[in-house]
């Protein structure tokens, strides 16, 4: 039986300390001694071995025989390590690993292993600084060979009958934890409690336990941390452990784990015991504490709330109600309709009971309990920051309409011109033209000016007269363009969480119509024409501002004519969103581009289609309109200070 105390890892074989060697001497001594009855040895005590390969123990009075390699398998560890795992069929393989130029290399004395074992594994595709593991075996040996590829540092352990290293990459070295669920398959994690995943810190140790008293390999620990560990009677049990370049912490976890040990620190002082009894412990402590808190005084203390709602905080302080009301004139502390609550932050004998006309908690405990509430209040009854919320709708429009065309006519009349700016001033030109123009030239003649702008037209008459004929050209241009923009700037502050309205506009009244009981009645209804703000801020843990909010603008267009009488048109822009803003800042929370491109053509077939000439009998028109609806949100905090 041997101990290895290692302080880092060499190439090759390692030398024992001295004081492991002397350790592990005694350790045999005092197995020799338990195993014949305590008689002390007649022979001289043999000297520890220097090798790191160490022969297995033989204990319980059992022959060991050559081991063999059942199973090998490679996984990916936490943080992207190389996991080899071998399993032997019975006790006393001695593994010892060292590294080389190509990786790391596990020789494995005292075993066999099966030829189907026996092979090269790509295992690249782990993701792992290991790129392939070779296995072979002659006589009563065998050996693995991780061929490794960058910086690594490797770590191996033994628990019973599983030999593990892990080979885990350079810069993930440092926050190596175990304990994790990518650390399969070892006994430290079959056992009722595995721990949670941790860092550990401590110096790296090797150690290589062979059927040791946990006691020992417990001692040995505290001299390797500096800590002082106490042991309860019940630790015991030997241990078999080998352990290669292990945190001291990660090392007394493990050990701890494989024998169903835990452990309670305080200060420099490390008390280990079975899991069942510290749980026991701690129960009886608890136990303690509550019957301690069901003998002590009580007290009542009034806790006035400030900026929150007592009701809430006392539905937040506790689990719930007994259903008890209380009614009168609101005289006393517990007056103005207060409710009862129990449980929660209380103890079993405690109670809270609110005062809606004064906000005032009436707390009833223990004086432990009394000071821990009166602490949550302070904490919860905060004023909350306030938020200015501004938004900016703009509506902007651009128009643009062009107009042109001619008319065309020709009728018998007698001499003289007349030339005027239209067919009106053209008739009134003296009495031989009023009729001629009248009666031919009344109707509409070639191109007919159509209706893509409403205004005026510009026009041109000419009426040529000779020898009894008349011809007569009307021609007509128009161009129109518009460019509008409405802005509309609602604002509103609330508080943090508070829904906030702003709304402006008008009602628009109409009359309808309908016929009831063989008579016609008449009904005038209204309709909303608002500018409307609505939003719910949250201030978040960064200074920024969630909002739900909806933004809508109404328009009255026009009046539409029915059958039961005239209705508004209403033009609605409506947005409803939800949007996370930085303080101050604005952000475009919805907008629409809107474009209309109208072509129209009036003109008599045939002739309008004459090259040249055809202009004089038709009429062009052309109309683009452009409409742009953006909306603006700027929220800015408004911190509240608390009044002292």
Excluded: C
């Amino acid at each position: 039986m041997t101990v290895l105390k290692a302080q880092s890892l060499q190439q090759g074989r390692r030398t024992l300390p001295v004081r492991a060697a002397v350790f592990g001497l005694a350790a045999g001594m005092l197995s020799a001694l338990s195993a014949v009855g305590a008689a002390p040895p007649t022979q001289p005590a043999p000297a520890a071995a220097p090798p790191a390969v160490v022969a297995p123990a033989v204990s319980n009075g059992q022959t060991a025989g050559v081991a063999s390699i059942t199973n090998i398998d490679f996984k990916q560890g936490e943080g992207g390590s190389g996991k080899l795992i071998l399993r032997f069929d019975r006790d006393g393989a001695t593994p010892d690993l060292r590294t080389t130029d190509k990786g790391v290399v596990v020789d494995i004395g005292n075993a066999t292993m099966a030829a189907n074992l026996q092979r090269i594994l790509n295992v690249t595709d782990f993701a792992t600084p290991v790129s392939q593991v070779e296995a072979s075996a002659n006589a009563h040996v065998a050996q693995i060979t991780l061929n490794t590829r960058g910086q690594f540092e490797p770590l191996a352990y033994q628990t019973g009958r599983e030999y593990i290293v892990e080979i885990v990459p350079r810069a993930s070295a440092p926050t190596r934890a175990v304990g994790s669920s990518a650390a399969t398959a070892t006994v430290a994690q079959r056992v009722a409690t595995a721990a949670q995943p941790r860092t550990y810190t401590g110096k790296p140790v090797t150690f290589n336990f062979q059927d040791v008293p946990v006691r020992t390999v417990l001692q040995l620990i505290a001299e390797e941390s500096g800590l002082n560990i106490v042991a309860s009677d019940t630790v015991l049990g030997n241990v078999t452990l080998r352990l290669i370049n292990v945190p001291w912490d990660q090392a007394l976890d493990i050990v701890l784990q494989a024998k169903a040990l835990d452990k309670r620190r305080s200060g420099n002082v490390v008390w280990v015991a079975p899991q069942a009894e510290i749980a026991k412990f701690e129960q009886d402590k608890e136990d303690a504490r509550i019957a301690i808190e069901n003998r002590a005084e009580m007290v009542t203390e009034y806790v006035p709330v400030s900026y929150g709602n007592a009701e809430d905080i006392a539905k937040l302080l506790t689990d719930e109600s007994k259903g008890a009301q209380n009614s009168g004139a609101g005289g006393g502390g517990s007056g103005g309709g207060g409710q009862q609550f129990n449980r929660g932050f209380l103890s079993p004998r405690g109670s809270i009971s609110f005062d809606r006309r004064t906000n005032t908690l009436l707390v009833i405990d223990i004086p432990a309990r009394v000071s821990e509430i009166r602490r949550l209040v302070n904490q919860l009854d905060k004023p909350v920051d306030q938020v200015l919320i501004e938004a900016r709708i703009v509506i902007a429009n651009e128009d643009f309409a062009r107009e042109l065309g001619a008319r065309f006519g020709i009728r018998g009349t007698k001499d003289n011109v007349s030339v005027g700016d239209s067919f009106t001033t053209v008739r009134g030109t003296d009495g031989r033209l009023r009729n001629v123009l009248n009666n031919e030239m009344n109707g509409d003649l070639a191109a007919n000016p159509g209706a893509l702008i409403t205004s005026t037209p510009t026009t041109l008459a000419l009426t040529f007269l000779n020898a009894g004929y008349g011809l007569d050209i009307e021609l007509s241009a128009m161009q129109e363009e518009g460019r509008g923009e409405v802005i509309s700037n609602p604002r509103v502050v609330t508080s943090n969480q508070r829904e906030a309205v702003i709304k402006q506009g008008r009602e628009v009244g109409y009359i309808t119509t309908q016929a009831s009981g063989g008579q016609i009645v008449q009904t005038v209804n209204f309709k909303e024409i608002v500018l409307e703000l609505k939003v719910t801020p949250t201030i978040t843990n960064d200074g920024r501002v969630f909002m739900a909010m909806t933004v809508k603008k109404d328009e009255l267009e026009q009046f539409v004519q029915t059958v039961n009488g005239s209705v508004p048109l209403i033009a609605k822009r409506e947005v409803n969103t939800a949007v996370l803003v930085d303080d101050g800042n604005t952000v475009v929370i919805g907008g629409v581009y809107e474009f209309k491109s109208t072509s129209d053509v009036s003109k008599v077939p045939f002739l309008a289609d004459v090259p040249f000439l055809g202009n004089l009998f038709k009429k062009k028109g052309r109309s683009k309109n452009k409409a742009e609806l953006l909306i603006f949100v700027t929220p800015k905090v408004i911190p509240v200070a608390q009044r002292v």
